[in-house]
T-cell receptor, first 113, second 108 residues
């Protein structure tokens, strides 16, 4: 059973397009996250939701909009994609907010051409 | 200053060797975790170790919170241990603060 799943695994698209990445966790966790990992492997948090409520919103362009329809899902929508958006995006979850043990999805490799 | 610092940045070992990876963290960081990112990019949670010692097979971790460091031990390395090892801790704003990682290559 996959604990944290993301779709799609790979996403290749052109500049200016709009795309979405979906994330689901079946761990019963209250908190979910989106991270961006750049080519140097540096992991940067983008957003965190606790029980469908946004609690962390780092300095991310407003072209990125997270949506949490329920506490098991956290989707990421990106408008007007730019070359610099190319990266691996990871979804994660933890039992509750506050830096507790986090479990990661397999990642989505986004390539913008 | 740097809140979570890992060493060494790179490590190349022969299969069967043992290794120790270190993570130093500042006063404002606690609740250490260790992760392994394998060559396929998957991030795997290894240990949640705010203090003390835990073991899981060939891997073990020790955190000495009073001295602000954590160690990850890998014994009898296998090629599948290759990848990047990250430590991360909870910062003052309750977010995870990540180290830059140790890239480990195990040669057959």
């Amino acid at each position: 059973d996959t604990a944290v799943s993301q779709t799609p695994k790979y996403l290749v698209t052109q500049m200016g397009n709009d795309k979405s990445i979906k994330c689901e966790q079946n761990l019963g966790h209250d908190t979910m996250y989106w991270y961006k990992q750049d080519s140097k492997k540096f992991l940067k948090i983008m957003f965190s939701y606790n029980n469908k409520e946004l609690i962390i919103n780092e300095t991310v362009p407003n072209r990125f909009s997270p949506k949490s329809p329920d506490k098991a899902h956290l989707n990421l929508h990106i408008n007007s994609l730019e070359l610099g958006d190319s990266a691996v995006y990871f979804c994660a979850s933890s039992p509750r907010t506050g830096g507790y043990e986090q479990y990661f999805g397999p990642g989505t490799r986004l390539t913008v051409t | 200053g740097i809140q979570v610092e890992q060493s060494p940045p790179d490590l190349i070992l022969q299969e069967g060797a043992n290794s120790t990876l270190r993570c130093n963290f500042s006063d404002s960081v606690n609740n250490l975790q260790w992760f392994h990112q394998n060559p396929w990019g998957q991030l795997i949670n290894l240990f949640y170790i705010p203090s003390g010692t835990k073991q899981n097979g060939r891997l073990s971790a020790t955190t000495v919170a009073t001295e602000r460091y954590s160690l990850l031990y890998i014994s009898s390395s296998q090629t599948t241990d290759s990848g990047v090892y990250f430590c991360a801790g909870r910062g003052s704003n309750y977010q995870l603060i990540w180290g830059a990682g140790t890239k480990l290559i195990i040669k057959p």
